[in-house]
């Protein structure tokens, strides 16, 4: 795990919060409907866990190699799911090896918690995730992870909203092998896209209940006895 990657996204997400909020709200909402994306992938699989963050290391291709969709579930909680590719590349370390050709494919189900709503809604969208992947890789026998390996995830990123339904998304995920911990099933993998929001078509709904402050609109009318003339 890069633990200084780490740092340097926690850093980003709530030092540009401070620098977004002078602009605030680009939308009142903090539920949607749906996301949808595309993203670059950059995967750090060298076998190094802990290592400095080191972009020499890195298998990456010049075009979207992943593609997500994040279903908005409840008060900032989401169910998202992604699928991507990635090309080894021979001058790039991969386990401890150079040399190495072929590919990894990796499909990813997590749930994400969103901080979009304590942060005030503005332009940064800080997150955190966990799940579950299978990652499947095709190489020669020099690499010494498995071929089918099953993965526990843990993610944090963040969205930084350009408008009210687009927004760049970078994330860093950590990939744990779940048959050899710690051992050459593990990965780091990077990610920076474009995410799409779709709203909720029934917009947003406050807690505010307007029935207990409802005004009547009947009108009473007030009758006014005459007094008696006296005789």
Same mark, same amino acid.
């Given at each position: ?19 977004? *909020?002078?602009?605030? $709200?680009?939308?009142? *909402?903090?539920?949607?409907?749906? *996301? ?10 060298? %076998? @190094?866990?802990?290592?400095? +963050?080191?972009?020499?290391? +890195? ?9 997500? #969709?994040?279903? @908005? ?5 989401? =169910? ?26 990796? !499909?990813?189900? =997590?749930?994400?918690?969103? +901080? @979009? ?6 332009? #940064?969208?800080? @997150? ?9 890789? &095709?190489?020669?026998?020099?690499? &010494? ?21 687009? %927004?760049?998304?970078?994330? =860093? ?46 009108? !009473?009318?007030?009758? #006014?006895? $005459? ?5």
């Amino acid at each position: 795990m890069k633990i200084s990657t780490i740092s340097f996204l926690l850093f980003l997400c709530f030092f540009g919060n401070s620098i977004a *909020q002078p602009t605030k $709200k680009i939308t009142n *909402q903090d539920n949607y409907a749906w *996301q949808f994306g595309a993203s670059w992938l950059l995967t750090d699989d060298d %076998g @190094y866990e802990l290592n400095p +963050f080191s972009a020499s290391d +890195f298998h990456s291709a010049p075009y979207p190699t992943r593609i997500f #969709v994040d279903k @908005y579930i409840y008060n900032g909680w989401s =169910a998202d799911g992604a699928i991507g590719f990635q090309k080894y590349d021979p001058s790039k370390l991969v386990n401890d090896s150079l040399g190495i050709t072929g590919s990894m494919i990796s !499909t990813d189900f =997590a749930l994400k918690y969103s +901080f @979009y709503k304590q942060l005030g809604r503005g332009i #940064v969208d800080p @997150y955190i995730g966990a799940g579950v992947g299978v990652t499947l890789r &095709t190489s020669d026998n020099r690499n &010494t992870a498995k071929s089918l390996s099953p993965t526990a995830n843990f993610t944090l990123g963040s969205t930084f909203w350009m408008s009210s339904k687009l %927004g760049l998304q970078v994330q =860093a995920t950590m990939k744990l092998g779940l048959t050899d911990f710690f051992k050459s099933s593990d990965y780091m993998q990077y990610s920076i896209g474009l995410t799409y929001r779709i709203p909720k078509t029934d917009g947003y709904k406050s807690d505010f209940d307007k029935s207990k402050y409802k005004i009547s609109r009947h009108r !009473t009318r007030i009758k #006014v006895k $005459k007094p008696k003339s006296e005789s």
